[in-house]
């Protein structure tokens, strides 16, 4: 192995082939009892180029598993390095050592100073620094340790004050799915909004009392607000997520205080079989968010309240319920409306009949139903409150039906050649793309003998990851 590797260039070598050359090598590691995957790359580079990352953005992930995400940010600020210092290479004719010495220190700073990673696994997280160091560095602030842990823990457990609340530009992540975190075991579950139940604005028994401790909550609707503390006001977070989150009736609660932490900027969503290849088969989508400021969340948040008690108000809403409360249980106990054939058994046998248990029952029906009805009607209310009176702002969406790979991991990608791009087929060629996340130009450099010695691949600005960098850059 080391006799085949040793005439191999590293240097020259794109990020792409050396991250394709440790997967394979690693994979078996990553599928085994860890049960941890791999973001496939196509998603990891789609959600890094659809953001304005720069060599001074801070940038986090906080599941970060091997790297992946930290790898291709460091990637794309070198080639912004290139195009600042284009006579960098000491293998070009017009190459300049100041120029050379500057392009360094612009990435390398950025991969030693403003990348950060959190992994769980302290195998995968040496692992993770190992692929960094591969890479061309910026393995310094990979740590190990549960990525939901407060930074004043980040920093006693690690020494690393770098993990600190309101901090990042940019968090780039893929949280694990399906795991779930129980307060018997972990006592920071109490501190998150999402550890505890709040009750919803209908529910009139339950109003004005402090939420309760929920017993447990998933890791992917947790690390959502990890990530709101830890960026920035205005900063970006970049997450997969599984499709549940976005669409499920019992995760409202999840999606109605996301509203109030960031701006929704796009939902992108993935083939079903986009995480086939690696071992997991989750529907899930990327959703790109901003950070609104503080001000900006504590007025939305007080518009909705003032939106909810008005509406209380004006349709008597808990007068109503109790009254029907009140009358429900009034005419259970005075048998009122109860067809009695039994006038001689006395009121303690009546209600022991089967006759007077299905009438008890259709009488709690008949109120339950008001109460129901009443409630439907306050909800579309709010929400013809919420669309005329709350802030509204465009959302970009989008499916892709092509990642560039199958179930299997085979590459889907298509040639064109120049004579198929005629007038007739164009919009069609176009049309196509859009369904794709993006595509690649292949760029190869030689030698004068003709020998291979470069081979980089140029991300498209075509397909989704066109219509949203163009939105981000219009909207945002």
Not at 3 to 16: M, P, R
Not at 64 to 70: E, H, R
Not at 309 to 334: M, P, S
Request: proline share 3%; with cysteine; aromatic share 10%.
């Amino acid at each position: 192995m080391v006799e085949y590797l040793q005439g191999i260039n590293f240097d020259a070598t794109d990020l792409d082939s050396k991250g394709r050359a440790f997967e394979t090598f690693m994979g078996s590691f990553f599928r085994g009892e860890f049960g941890q995957y791999f973001t496939p790359r196509a998603i990891v580079q789609f959600i890094v180029e659809a953001l304005p990352i720069k060599n001074t953005s801070l940038v986090l992930d906080t599941s970060c598993g091997s790297g992946g995400f930290l790898l291709y940010a460091l990637d794309k600020v070198r080639r912004q390095a290139d195009k600042e210092y284009p006579n960098h290479d000491k293998n070009k004719e017009d190459y300049d050592p100041d120029e050379a010495e500057a392009w360094k220190e612009l990435w390398h700073d950025f991969a030693s100073n403003n990348l950060f990673g959190i992994e769980i696994s302290e195998q995968i997280a040496r692992t993770a620094k190992m692929n960094m160091i591969i890479h061309d560095d910026g393995h310094t602030n990979v740590i190990s340790l549960d990525g939901l842990e407060k930074p004043e823990e980040i920093k006693k457990i690690t020494d690393n004050s770098g993990f600190r609340y309101n901090h990042f530009d940019f968090i780039i992540t893929n949280p694990p799915f399906g795991s779930s975190i129980k307060k018997a075991e972990k006592k920071y579950l109490s501190d998150y909004v999402f550890g505890k139940n709040e009750y919803h604005w209908l529910d009139y028994k339950n109003q004005g009392k402090k939420p309760k401790a929920r017993n447990n909550q998933s890791t992917e609707v947790l690390f959502l607000e990890q990530c709101y503390h830890f960026l920035n006001e205005g900063g970006y977070l970049a997450v997969v997520l599984p499709d549940g989150i976005l669409t499920n009736s019992s995760m409202q609660y999840v999606r109605d205080q996301l509203e109030d932490w960031y701006q929704l900027i796009a939902v992108v969503s993935m083939p079903q079989t986009a995480f086939s290849a690696t071992g997991a088969g989750v529907k899930s989508s990327v959703l790109f968010v901003k950070k609104h400021s503080r001000n900006h969340t504590l007025n939305l948040q007080k518009k909705k309240q003032e939106i909810e008690t008005r509406l209380l108000a004006d349709y008597d809403f808990i007068e109503k319920v109790e009254g029907w409360q009140k009358e429900k249980k009034d005419r259970i106990k005075n048998h009122d409306g109860l067809i009695n054939n039994t006038a001689f058994m006395v009121k303690r046998e009546i209600e022991k009949t089967e006759s007077f248990k299905e009438w008890k029952q259709e009488i709690s029906d008949l109120y339950n139903e008001k109460i129901n009805n009443l409630k439907e009607e306050l909800e579309e209310a709010y929400l013809q409150a919420r669309r005329t009176e709350l802030p509204d702002y465009p959302i970009f969406m989008a499916i892709a039906d092509n990642i560039g790979y199958d179930a299997t991991g085979k590459s889907t990608s298509i040639t064109i050649s120049k004579q198929e791009v005629t007038e007739d087929n164009h919009k069609k060629i176009i049309e196509y793309l859009a369904n794709d996340l993006y595509s690649e130009k292949v760029i190869t450099t030689k030698n004068l003998q003709d020998e291979l010695v470069k081979t980089e691949k140029e991300v498209l600005d075509e397909g989704i990851l066109k219509g949203l960098r163009a939105f981000i850059k219009k909207h945002i």
